[in-house]
């Protein structure tokens, strides 16, 4: 294979896609065919989706297990758990998707955002503590791409401070913190079985905890506020949406479940394996991974050094050239300017609210989160490898990587 960059007209790494395979196929099937056989498709008569809180629950050793209709749902029973007053703040990350913040809004409270590590690229535990004010109620910490945050220094922070912590784990399936899975670190963990993920139902999400009290309220938030065992009057003892995940899909997310391990042991060593060809790369560096820390690869994010001789725009361009799909700056911008009403604090028609009822001086622009702002500049995502993959793809990637890494220096 010649030296030459592809894009300077020389042989490309990869001329073929890369291998991929079906997330799911006849274990889904054969659960899909119960519930039809049942005639039972809602959440309430049917056995799919309680089996799917019972074994998700079961590997993360969580008493709680709540099933719903979303990533972004997940993410709402966590917050409707902890259940904030109107202007109350929750610290929370900027590098995300807009379902990690738009529960914290719709429940009245306030997003506060705290810089990124350029390294990790998860939140900085230094800017979190900083963040913390008077009306802070709760810690949102966000596992980035399958990356766990450093959750040593966030419990201790959330400790000294008495707030709880809810854990976005809707990239990071089985990744893990000094031996423990994310999600059971904090106080409440939130997953994601949107089609992309590393299980999935389609769209759904399952919220867990080992807190009584949440557990109870996350229960009842995400029917409706209905206490169903009551006979008589109907009672709604919380206010709530109507999150209630159907059998079919429950049964889709139980199959998926059962898989869960092997998919993750893939994928992981996959990821591992590109990290160990990339450890001395110039100029473009994975993802740092904490000690004791273990990824699952829901996406493989880089970053391009500071004083690299190109840009990140022509790395992922060149890699595009040599048969790897590479993007550029992942969602661009901190999240909270991505998104115009909340970026402009008008959500609910011509009021201000939630943030008519917070503190005097939270602004979301340029300069809410600048060193973030940075680190989307210099970041790139390669395709990431998947359970699917052999080592031979990864071991392509690897090298387009290192040769247009070489090749623009």
Same mark, same amino acid.
Not at 85 to 112: F, H, K, N
């Given at each position: /294979? &010649?030296? $030459?960059?592809?894009?300077?007209?020389?042989?490309?790494?990869?001329t073929r896609p890369f291998t991929s395979g079906n997330k799911v196929g006849k274990e889904e099937l054969k659960e899909l065919i119960d519930v039809i056989d049942s005639g039972a498709m809602n959440r309430w008569g049917g056995t799919k989706v309680v089996a799917f809180e019972e074994?998700?629950?079961?590997?993360?050793?969580?008493?709680?297990?709540i099933a719903s209709t979303s990533g972004t749902a997940a993410i709402h029973i966590g917050v409707? /758990?902890?259940?904030?007053?109107?202007?109350?703040?929750?610290?929370?990350?900027?590098?995300?998707?807009?379902? &990690?913040?738009?529960?914290?809004?719709?429940?009245?409270?306030?997003?506060?955002f705290a810089e990124c590590d350029a390294e990790t690229l998860n939140m900085d535990p230094a800017d979190i503590e900083a963040k913390i004010s008077d009306r802070t109620v709760a810690i949102m910490a966000i596992h980035l791409f399958g990356n766990p945050c450093d959750m040593d220094a966030i419990m201790d922070i959330a400790a000294r401070h008495d707030l709880p912590v809810i854990e976005d784990c809707s990239q990071a399936h089985l990744s893990e913190h000094d031996g423990r899975l994310v999600g059971t670190i904090g106080d409440i963990g939130c997953f994601s079985l949107q089609q992309s993920k590393h299980i999935t139902c389609g769209d759904g999400g399952i919220t867990i905890t080992n807190n009584e009290e949440y557990g109870i309220r996350g229960r009842l938030?995400?029917? $409706?506020?209905?206490?169903? +065992?009551?006979?008589?009057?109907?009672? !709604?003892?919380?206010?709530?949406?109507?999150?209630?995940?159907?059998?079919?899909?429950?049964?889709?997310?139980?199959a998926q479940t059962r898989k869960l391990r092997d998919i993750i042991a893939l994928r992981r060593a996959r990821g591992d394996l590109l990290c160990e060809l990339l450890a001395d790369n110039p100029h473009v560096r994975p993802q740092r991974l904490l000690d004791g820390c273990k990824h699952t690869y829901w996406q493989f994010g880089m970053r391009v050094e500071d004083?690299?001789?190109?840009?990140?725009?022509?790395?992922? $361009?060149?890699? #595009? +050239?040599?048969?790897? &799909?590479?993007? +550029?700056? !992942?969602?661009?911008?901190?999240?909270?300017?991505?998104?115009?009403? #909340?970026?402009?604090q008008r959500l609910f028609g011509d009021s201000r609210y939630p943030f008519d009822r917070g503190r005097e001086g939270i602004v979301y622009d340029d300069s809410t989160c600048p060193r973030t702002q940075h680190v989307l500049d210099r970041m790139v995502q390669p395709v990431c490898p998947t359970q699917?993959?052999?080592?031979?793809?990864?071991?392509?990637?690897?090298r387009a990587i290192r040769k247009v890494s070489e090749g623009l220096g």
């Open positions: /294979m &010649s030296d $030459k960059l592809a894009i300077h007209g020389g042989e490309p790494v990869r074994e998700f629950g079961a590997i993360h050793g969580a008493q709680h297990a409707g /758990m902890v259940n904030p007053s109107p202007g109350d703040e929750i610290i929370t990350g900027p590098i995300t998707d807009i379902g &990690s913040i738009v529960p914290i809004l719709y429940q009245g409270a306030i997003p506060i938030f995400m029917d $409706k506020g209905w206490h169903r +065992a009551q006979y008589g009057p109907r009672v !709604y003892e919380v206010f709530g949406p109507n999150y209630r995940m159907n059998d079919l899909s429950g049964a889709v997310a139980v004083d690299a001789p190109f840009a990140p725009e022509d790395f992922a $361009k060149a890699l #595009v +050239a040599e048969g790897v &799909s590479c993007g +550029a700056h !992942y969602i661009g911008r901190p999240i909270f300017l991505c998104h115009e009403a #909340v970026r402009n699917f993959m052999p080592e031979e793809d990864i071991h392509d990637i690897g």
